[in-house]
């Protein structure tokens, strides 16, 4: 379920991803929240840091996994974009019990995978819960303002109806 808190925590990570705009990075942006706390921050850097594995919900997990060691089961991660499959395992890992993500225009978030897992990494007593769709237009403003996004839809002629 959707909440004001939801958008109030999204409007973070839209503000993370605004970073990623400045360094010509993918305009993606992360918080996790412990508590009403935000505790980790990320934003892409794959280009600016030449570092394929700086994806903005990795880096603030690194940046949370202290504070999340104890209290992980009760964390929230804040995405503007779905996270990719790489991100999704890290997720598991660190077993966040809630995720809520912005926009996913092409289908290529990993969280749809969460039903096809091996058995060894499907927990019956934890699930993640995922929520999808909140400040979709905000999140979608900010991902086209990518340098990365505007090459990509250019390359492939993609047009903003099917975002």
């Known amino acids: 379920m959707k909440d004001s808190k939801d958008k109030q925590f ?14 010509g990075d993918w305009s993606m ?25 700086a994806h903005a919900e990795l880096l603030a997990l690194e940046q949370a996994k202290d504070v999340l060691e104890k209290n992980r089961h009760q964390a929230v991660l804040y995405t503007t974009y779905d996270p990719c499959p790489m991100c999704v395992g890290a997720i598991l890992v660190m077993k966040i019990k809630r995720v809520v993500t ?8 990993g969280l ?19 929520i999808r769709g909140v400040l979709v ?11 990365p996004t505007k090459k990509h839809i250019q390359q492939y002629d993609l047009k903003l109806t099917q975002l």
């Open 112 to 130: 749809d995978l969460l039903s096809h897992l091996p058995k060894f990494y499907q927990q019956p007593k934890f699930r993640i819960e995922v």
């Open 10 to 23: 999204m409007r973070e990570a839209i503000k993370e991803a605004e970073k990623a705009i400045k360094t």
């Open 29 to 53: 942006g992360c918080v996790i929240v412990l508590n009403n706390k935000i505790i980790g921050r990320g934003h892409n850097s794959g280009y600016s840091t030449k570092n394929r594995l």
């Open 102 to 109: 912005g926009i996913n225009p092409d289908h290529s978030g």
């Open 137 to 147: 237009k905000e999140c979608q403003e900010v991902y086209l303002k990518g340098a």
